[in-house]
């Protein structure tokens, strides 16, 4: 489970980095369910070649992390915002805090989801 999870956040960060095809194959085996058989005869190829293109699409996407290191990245300030809203969740347990104190902290939950989405 967890490598698809890594390879859905590789497609998220680097698909459009891909071919058409290789996005199609890609989308259709991952994301819409199919078997190497049913893309093979979609697509008027053998299922050795779909399978050959989902490594290879694989492959590519490994790279670009490698290279990129977006994923890494994201995965590292979603860590950091979590980290953020525990001393927030601290933070707004104190009883004797300021109007001023509280618009700041939600100033600072809003960002918190803006970076992570």
């Known amino acids: 489970m967890e490598e698809l999870l890594q390879l859905t956040l590789l497609y998220d960060f680097y698909g459009e980095l ?15 369910d199919w ?19 989902l490594k290879r699409t694989e492959k590519i996407l490994q790279k670009y992390e490698k290279k990129l290191q977006l994923v890494s990245k994201f995965l590292q300030q979603k860590i950091a915002v979590q980290h953020i809203r525990n001393i927030i ?3 707004e347990k104190e009883e004797n805090l300021s109007c001023a104190s509280k618009r700041k902290i939600e100033t600072i939950e809003k960002i918190a989801d803006e970076i992570i989405g």
């Open 89 to 91: 969740a601290e933070i």
């Open 35 to 53: 078997s190497l058989s049913e893309i093979a005869q979609e697509l008027s190829i053998s299922r050795q070649a779909v399978r050959d293109q």
């Open 18 to 32: 891909l071919t058409q095809k290789q996005k199609l194959v890609y989308e259709l085996y991952h994301q819409n």
